[in-house]
C-alpha cells in the first residue's frame, strides 16, 4: 500500500538503508519532502564490525539496528520493508515484489554491493562471502563445526583439512577475518578441546596482489604481513584462486586441502544498473555524474558501493561507509538546494583514513600524513567504532563484550545455529 | 573418535547439555570417571527466557553457552557435538549418527523434549513451538514480519488477521509469551509505524484448562489473568483449538483470522525411550524407579523433561529446571556413591517456587506458603533469573538488556533474519 504524498511535499524514494542511503535520510531532516526509505532487511548493519559476528566475538544485535526505529522521530518518513524489482524511469515509479508501484519525484538508489566471483559463481557454496547477518552467522556456524568435526575425526589427513581455514583476499575483511580465526584458534579455544590441539589450526590467506592492505602505505602493509605471520597466519601473495571446492582450494598451481574457505576478494554491484539501464563498469557499479546523477537522469541520485566514482586525485573512490555516507549526505544537501532553487558544487570525497584491526592489540591506520600501528593504533580503532556505533546501548553492549575477548580470550557469540550436529558444515539452510 | 577411557576409570556418558545432563556433569567433578557429554547443539541453553529471544528482547547469544566452553577446566570431560541415534543396552554402547559407536559404563539420558501437537503435526508448520534458540529467531521473525506486512497492507481484513497474535496454551511460556508481544505491540513499536497503529494489535491467549498458570494457586492464577487483560491480552479459557491454518485458528467453534500463532500447548519427550524399548507414558516420557534408573537397566539413568515421576505427593514432579538439576545432581551422587561401593535414598523432589512474568514490573511467583505478586514479584523473578545464568558476562549482558527494555521500552534484538522481504512469513529456511 503507497499513500500519496501530502500535497505540497516532494516525495523522495530512498532504496536501500546502508550508510549512504540513511546518512542521505538524514541529511533530509527538515526539508519539505515526504521520504520513503525501502530496504529487504529490516536492519541497518554495521557492515564494518561483521567479520566480528562471524567470528563469534560480537552478537548479531551489536551490530544491527531496526530501520524503522533509527526514524521513529522523523514522522514524514516512511520505512516499507519490501524488495524492489525494477525502475521505471519514464513513470518515475520504483516497482516492489508485491507488484506495487511507488511514484518518486527524486529517487536516491544506495543498494550496495554482494560479493562477486569473477564469473566463477559455481564457488560460493564453497567459499561464502560477508556482507549480511546470515552470512556472518553462516560463516560462524562453518568456522565452529569444522573445530567440533576436526574433535571427531580419526583420519589425520582429514583432521588436517577440517583444521586449514582459508580466507581469499587480503584487503581489510580478509585481514581483519585471518587476524581473529587465527586468534580464536590460539587464545579462545584450546582449552575447550580434548582430542585436537587447535593451536595447529592452519590459517591461510592468499592473496593475487603483491601485498596486503592495497590500500594502505606499503610500510603499514609491511608491519600487517609481519603481524599476521607473528600470531600464525600463513600470507601467500602474488597467486590467484583457480579452484574451490569442498575439500581444497588450489592457487598457483598449489592444491591445499580445507573444508572451510572464505571469500573476500571482490565485490558485484547490486542491479541498479539493470533497474536503470544506465553504463557501468565490469563490477556493475552505475557511472554517475559529478553530482552524483544517473546521466540523463537528473533526478535520479546512486550512491555508496553501488557507484563507481573518481576522488579529486582521479583515484576511484573506496567501497567504504565513510564514503558513502558522505555521498549520502552530498544528495541531501543538494536534493535541499534544489527545492530552494538553487545548486551546490560537484561531490568531492575527503579521505578521513584507512583502518584495519590485524588482532587483539594491534591495527594499521593510514591518516595520509600521519601513520600510525600497533597498541595505540589498536585503541584508536576500538574507540572509532564505538563511536560510530549508534546508540549508547550497543556502544555498551559492544564495550563488554570487546572487554572480555580482551582480558578474558572469551568469545560470548559461539552460538553453532541453523542447524544441528547432523546438518553438513556446507549446509547454508 | 572415541577414545577408550583410561583405564582405572568408569566411563560415564551423558546424553543432552541442558540443565538435567550439565549438573549431572558438574555433580561428577572429583569423580574416578571419564565422562563424556554428547549433544547435538554446541550450546546449553536458558531455557527460561528463550521466551525473550522470541520477543526481541534478548539476544541469542545472551542465554546460550558453549557447552565445551563449561567444561574447559574438566579435563576428564569430552564434549561431543553429535546426535544420538540408538542405544545398544546389550553391548553398552550409545550410537552416534556417523556410525561411531561411544561405549559406556554408565549412561545417563537427558534428552528432553519438543513441543507436541496431540495428534496434529500437521499444525507445526503454522503453529510452531519454542524449544531451540532457532525456534526462537524462526517466532522473532513472524512476530517482526507479521507488523512489516500489516504496515504494507491496505485490505482491512488482512491487516487485521496480521495484527492477530494467538498463543495457544497459557502455562508459564504461554503467559510469558502473551504478556511480551502485548508490550511490544503497545509500548516499543508504536512510534516506528506510520500506516498501521500497533495499538490495536489483538494478542489472543487461549487455554483449553480453566485457568492461566494451573500450576499456581487460584488466586495467582486470577492476578496474572487480570493482568494480562489489563496489558490489553484476550484471555480464551476452556476452549480446545481444534484447527490451525495459514491464516486462522479454530477454538471451540470460532473462527479467528490470524497469520501468527504460537504453540504453547505442550511437550513430547525425546525418543529416548525408543532408543532403549522401555516403558514410557502417552508423552513419550520414560518411566523410571525411584533411583532414576530404568527398570531392568540399573546402568542406565534418565533425567528432566524424558522422565514422569511422582514428588512425595504423589503429585507429577513439574518439567521444570529446577526439577532437572535436582534429578541431575542425584544422579551424579548415586554414581559417586556407587562408585564407593554405597548408596543413597531415593530421589526426592523438593519443590522450591513456581515464578512467570507476567509484563513489565508484574509478575507471580508461589513459594508454597508464601505467594507474591506484582512489582515485589517482579524483581525477584528479574533477579533470581539473572542469578541462574552462568557467568559474570552474560548476567551483566542480560542486565542491561532488560535496562533498555525497562527504561526505554526499546527492544535491542528485533531484527528479521533468514529471509528478506521476500521470503514468505511461514518460511522457516
Chains 1, 2 share one sequence.
Not at 123 to 139: M, N, Q, S, V, Y
Not at 251 to 262: A, S
Request: charged share 20%; proline share 6%.
Amino acid at each position: 500500500m503507497t499513500k500519496a504524498p501530502a500535497e505540497p511535499h516532494h516525495h523522495v524514494v530512498i532504496v536501500g538503508a546502508g550508510f549512504g542511503g540513511l546518512e542521505a535520510t538524514f541529511g533530509l531532516a527538515g526539508a519539505p519532502v515526504q521520504i520513503t526509505l525501502v530496504d529487504r532487511r529490516n536492519h541497518h548493519l554495521f557492515q564494518p564490525l561483521l567479520y566480528q559476528v562471524a567470528t563469534a566475538s560480537l552478537a548479531t544485535s551489536e551490530i544491527a539496528w531496526p530501520i524503522r526505529y533509527l526514524l521513529r522521530d522523523r514522522p514524514e518518513v516512511t520505512t516499507l520493508f519490501a524488495t524492489v524489482t525494477g525502475v521505471d524511469t519514464q513513470g518515475k515509479l520504483v516497482l516492489l515484489d508485491d507488484g506495487d508501484a511507488l511514484p518518486y519525484d527524486t529517487l536516491v538508489l544506495a543498494t550496495g554491493a554482494r560479493h562477486a566471483y569473477f564469473g566463477h559463481d559455481e564457488w560460493e557454496p564453497f567459499a561464502p562471502g560477508l556482507k549480511t547477518l546470515e552470512d556472518a552467522t553462516t560463516l560462524r556456524r562453518r568456522i565452529l563445526v569444522a573445530f567440533e568435526r576436526a574433535e571427531r575425526e580419526s583420519d589425520p589427513q582429514r583432521r588436517a583439512a577440517l583444521l586449514t581455514f582459508v580466507i581469499v583476499g587480503a584487503g581489510p575483511t580478509g585481514v581483519e577475518l585471518a587476524g581473529t580465526i587465527a586468534e580464536l584458534a590460539q587464545d579462545t579455544l584450546p582449552p575447550d578441546f580434548r582430542n585436537i590441539d587447535t593451536h595447529k589450526a592452519r590459517v591461510v590467506l592468499i592473496e593475487a596482489g603483491p601485498r596486503v592492505l592495497a590500500g594502505f602505505a606499503d610500510d603499514l602493509s609491511a608491519y600487517a604481513q609481519r603481524s599476521l605471520e607473528s600470531i600464525g597466519v600463513e600470507v601467500v601473495l602474488g597467486q590467484a584462486v583457480t579452484e574451490c571446492t569442498a575439500d581444497h582450494v588450489v592457487y598457483g598451481g598449489n592444491r591445499l586441502d580445507t573444508t572451510t574457505i572464505i571469500w573476500a576478494a571482490g565485490v558485484r554491484a547490486s542491479p541498479a544498473a539493470e533497474w536503470l539501464d544506465a553504463p557501468a563498469d565490469r563490477a556493475g557499479r552505475l557511472q554517475v555524474l559529478p553530482d552524483l546523477t544517473i546521466p540523463g537522469h537528473p533526478d535520479i541520485f546512486a550512491v555508496g558501493d553501488t557507484v563507481v566514482i573518481a576522488d579529486p586525485d582521479g583515484k576511484p573512490v573506496p567501497g567504504i561507509a565513510p564514503a558513502a555516507k558522505q555521498q549520502g549526505r552530498y544528495v541531501a544537501e543538494l536534493i535541499k538546494a534544489r527545492l530552494r532553487g538553487g545548486k551546490i558544487a560537484a561531490f568531492r570525497y575527503k579521505h578521513a583514513g584507512s583502518l584495519a584491526q590485524i588482532g587483539k592489540r594491534k591495527a594499521v591506520i593510514d591518516f595520509g600524513r600521519i601513520k600510525l600501528r600497533g597498541t595505540i593504533a589498536w585503541w584508536i580503532w576500538g574507540i572509532a567504532h564505538i563511536y560510530f556505533l549508534i546508540g549508547l546501548r550497543n556502544r555498551l553492549s559492544v564495550a563488554l563484550s570487546w572487554l572480555w575477548v580482551y582480558v578474558r580470550d572469551q568469545r560470548a557469540a559461539r552460538l553453532i545455529t541453523q542447524g544441528s550436529s547432523k546438518a553438513s558444515p556446507t549446509s547454508t539452510s
